[in-house]
């Protein structure tokens, strides 16, 4: 029995050292290569390609087309822009894979074999990969969901600024360099992304700079932004009146959107309110009736209570002393 609680502790103990292994090796992951100010960006755009090694850790658990795809887009929405990024997410997830995997088996050969501790280990490892398999990728997801939420609601106040530069008689171009040291200190996100736009219209132009900065962020707001600023140049009517329709547009919209997440706190509080706070509303109103009942019961059924079995016998079934003498 101690042997069997000895290997039941070295499991639970490679599980939560695979574990804290697993958080830490991801958190150092996004502390050193995600993008977070101009600065920062400065620095990633000058890497290096990634190794040959690097390259083969990348490839050691295969991958769809589609997949690569969504990686690659999620990593640009949460601000990895280095070049070798997605070279990077995918060494490191599938070198962590292989570490678990790896203890594991070395585990399963140091337990007793006449148990089932290897058994154990082997299926604890194989859980804990599958995590390590997953988890990263909805972390991804969640980083690009909130990066892409502050660009959504710190947008308005850029364009306010851009549609400034504009009225003071600035090309769009210079706007946007303008704008991009003005924003950096309360909306760096949208710096950087500025940033970009300059570089990609610097190698091309400004309306294939917005096509890709619509493209990496893949949200309705920013596509319907690059379309309305496109269009303007493209026919020649005026910027800084689309500019400003569409900021307003923009609050107005995040004011609805707003008002509908406080509509559904009601909804979302009902699920508390009946789990949490019925139950003893219930016990107070319910339990002194009910140890009442149980009281009364029990002094009914005593000897001299009126559920007696004496007491409740029809009369005809009573027994009497003239019956009872021959």
């Known amino acids: 029995m101690s042997g069997f609680a000895v290997n039941v502790i070295t499991v639970w103990v490679f599980l939560a050292g695979a574990a804290v292994l697993f958080g830490l090796l991801m958190v150092l992951q996004a502390v050193q290569h995600r993008t977070r100010n101009l600065v920062e960006f400065e620095s990633r755009s000058r890497r290096g390609k990634a190794g040959a090694f690097r390259r083969a850790l990348a490839g050691l658990v295969p991958q769809s087309d589609r997949e690569i795809e969504s990686i690659e887009q999620d990593l640009m929405r949460a601000g990895y822009y280095a070049g070798d990024s997605l070279v990077d997410y995918l060494a490191s997830r599938n070198t962590l894979i292989a570490m678990v ?101 610097d190698a091309g132009t400004l309306a294939a700079a917005l096509k890709s ?68 509303v219930f016990i107070i109103l319910i339990g002194p009736p009910a140890l009442q009942l149980k009281k009364f019961v029990t002094d009914a059924h005593a000897p001299g209570g009126v559920f007696e079995q004496k007491t409740i016998r029809p009369p005809s079934l009573q027994s009497s002393p003239a019956n009872d003498t021959p």
Do not use: N
Request: aromatic share 4%.
């Open 101 to 201: 995997l790896i203890g594991s088996g070395v585990l399963a050969l140091l337990a007793d074999p006449s148990t089932s501790a290897p058994m154990w280990i082997l299926a604890g490892g194989a859980v804990v990969a599958a995590l390590g398999h997953g988890i990263p990728r909805v972390l991804l997801a969640a980083q690009a969901r909130q990066r892409v939420g502050r660009i959504q609601r710190g947008l308005p106040d850029a364009l306010d600024v851009i549609r400034m530069c504009l009225t003071g008689g600035i090309s769009l171009r210079e706007s946007l360099i303008r704008v991009t040291s003005e924003v950096e200190s309360f909306h760096p996100e949208i710096a950087v992304e500025f940033r970009v736009i300059q570089r990609h219209s």
């Open 213 to 280: 900065f619509a493209r990496r962020l893949k949200t309705p707001d920013i596509t319907a932004l690059t379309a309305v600023v496109s269009q303007t140049e493209r026919t020649g009517t005026s910027v800084v009146h689309a500019i400003s329709e569409y900021a307003d547009g923009i609050r107005r919209m995040l004011r609805q959107r707003a008002e509908e997440q406080a509509s559904k706190t009601s909804i979302s509080l009902l699920f508390p309110v009946v789990f949490c706070l019925a139950p003893p």
